[in-house]
């Protein structure tokens, strides 16, 4: 099976940086995605990750070790509207393998 | 726009009644999902369908069914078998199979047991 760990509650300042990690064992890995969730709103898709390295979308990057079995979402500049909940989740490969993360729940305050 | 329609946004079901909930997709994808989410917990999986007419369970399929009869529309039944239903449900759909390309989520439907 698969299982995912990641923070349950981080808390950052306005304008700072943040990182979440996610640690995942699974029995086969295609690539880790991340996904935001605002309360009560739909899960959006930021980012995926199929190789080890960094990715960069504006202020939002993220990172793999597929060796450490291990990858994190970067957070620069941070705004209050970046106050959400953060999902990894692993693609082990065929369409019922993507699992979700538990979820990071992000506050950013002033 | 393109994008997933999920209605309604709230649902409210007595107990040992079944209810239906709709899933509507004009993005052309093929794959669909339907998403159980709970306080604390991450999306499970309930059902997946990669192309009309087909259909698979997911990891906690029991209490429900699905139809696949077009490739727009994957309506979700939570069957009185369903014994704790009050949840958030989020269908999503995807152009291909795998998570490379990302899922694309409705705005869901809350259920509540009364």
């Known amino acids: 099976g698969q299982s995912l760990e990641q923070p349950s509650e981080v808390t950052a300042v306005e304008g700072a940086i943040v990182q979440i990690n996610c640690t995942y064992q699974t029995s086969g890995f295609y690539g880790l995605s991340w996904y935001q969730q605002h309360d009560g709103g739909a899960p959006t898709f930021l980012s995926y990750n199929g190789l080890d390295g960094l990715e960069e979308t504006g202020r939002f990057s993220s990172f793999l070790s597929r060796s450490d079995s291990y990858g994190y979402l970067l957070l620069q500049e941070l705004q209050m509207k970046d106050s959400a909940s953060y999902f990894c989740?692993?693609?082990?490969?065929?369409?019922?393998?993507?699992?979700f993360g538990t979820g990071t729940k992000l506050q950013v305050i002033p | 726009d393109g994008g997933i329609t999920q209605s309604p946004k709230y649902l409210f079901r007595k107990e040992g009644q079944n209810v239906t909930l709709s899933c509507e997709q004009n993005?052309?994808?093929?794959?669909m999902y339907w998403y159980r989410q709970d306080p604390g917990q991450g999306l499970r999986l309930i059902y997946y369908s990669q192309i009309v007419n087909d259909f698979q369970k997911g990891d906690i399929a029991e209490g429900y069914s699905v139809s696949r009869e077009k490739k727009e529309s994957f309506p979700l039944t939570v069957t009185s078998a369903q014994k704790n239903p009050t949840a958030f449900y989020l269908c999503?759909?995807?152009?291909?199979?795998?998570?490379?390309?990302?899922?694309?989520f409705g705005s869901g439907t809350r259920l509540t047991v009364v």
């Open positions: 993005l052309n994808h093929d794959a």
């Open positions: 989740a692993v693609d082990a490969g065929g369409y019922q393998k993507v699992t």
């Open positions: 999503a759909s995807s152009i291909r199979q795998g998570g490379t390309y990302g899922y694309t």
